[in-house]
């Protein structure tokens, strides 16, 4: 069963920075696309993706202000987050797609505080 961790969320004000990571129990080429998606009160929305061949995408509210990367290791991922505003206050979630199965993390929170 595949286990991803996620890490590094809390307070922040607003302007400021945060690098969460989430590290799977197992090597993350194996997954098609790893991605990090948020979720405040209403539905979870993608916000970055990562696939196998290291071809990134970002949610219009992301551009210019988070980055995901892999981990020069085998099993995390990050995601740099810059210039943090109080709408990016939300439950962050790690996600890692192979084939037809999604894996999920148990989430971590980030609060924005203006």
């Known amino acids: 069963q595949v286990q991803l961790v996620e890490s590094g969320g809390g307070l922040v004000q607003a302007g400021g920075s945060l690098r969460l990571s989430c590290t799977a129990s197992?090597?993350?080429?194996?997954?098609?696309?790893m991605g990090w998606y948020r979720q405040a009160p209403g539905k979870r929305e993608l916000v970055a993706r990562i696939?196998?061949?290291?071809?990134?995408y970002y949610a219009d509210s992301a551009k210019g202000r988070f980055t995901i990367s892999r981990d020069a290791g085998w099993n995390t991922v990050h995601l740099q987050m810059n210039g943090l505003k109080s709408e990016d206050t939300a439950v962050y979630y790690c996600n890692a797609n192979k084939l037809s199965s999604n894996y999920w993390g148990q989430g971590t929170q980030v609060t924005v505080s203006s």
């Open positions: 197992e090597n993350i080429f194996n997954f098609n696309t």
């Open positions: 696939t196998d061949g290291g071809n990134t």
